[in-house]
């Protein structure tokens, strides 16, 4: 069984900054990526950012240059740094964590979903 546990949601100004963590734990044997999704009402859930291997990341176009992923490999932990923070990112965030087992094979393991609100 794998835990991910997202925190650091909240309410902020536009222009303001906010840092999500999530910790994914478990028997894990190696960790194919961890990301950031959200959803917002109404709306489908979509990839924000995302952390692959050693250092490759990938972000959505809405975020680049407002937004980074980062982690921590021996403690299965990602960041996302949220700068410059608009109305449009109001959503419930959740970290999503890909990798393998001790014993059971692949795993998908998503968190319980932080709120970020953003006020105009």
């Known amino acids: 069984q794998v835990q991910t546990v997202e925190s650091g949601g909240g309410l902020v100004q536009t222009g303001g900054s906010l840092r999500l963590s999530c910790v994914a734990s478990g028997s894990i044997t190696s960790m194919y990526s961890m990301a950031w999704y959200r959803q917002a009402p109404g709306m489908e859930r979509e990839l924000v950012a995302a952390l692959t291997g050693v250092d490759y990341t990938h972000l959505a176009n809405s975020v680049k240059g407002r937004f980074t992923i980062s982690g921590d490999n021996a403690t299965n932990t990602v960041y996302l740094q949220m700068n410059s923070l608009k109305p449009e990112d109001t959503a419930v965030y959740y970290c999503?964590?890909?990798?393998?087992?001790?014993?059971?094979?692949?795993?998908?393991?998503w968190g319980q979903g932080t709120q970020v609100t953003v006020s105009s």
């Open positions: 999503c964590a890909r990798g393998r087992l001790n014993t059971a094979g692949d795993f998908v393991s």
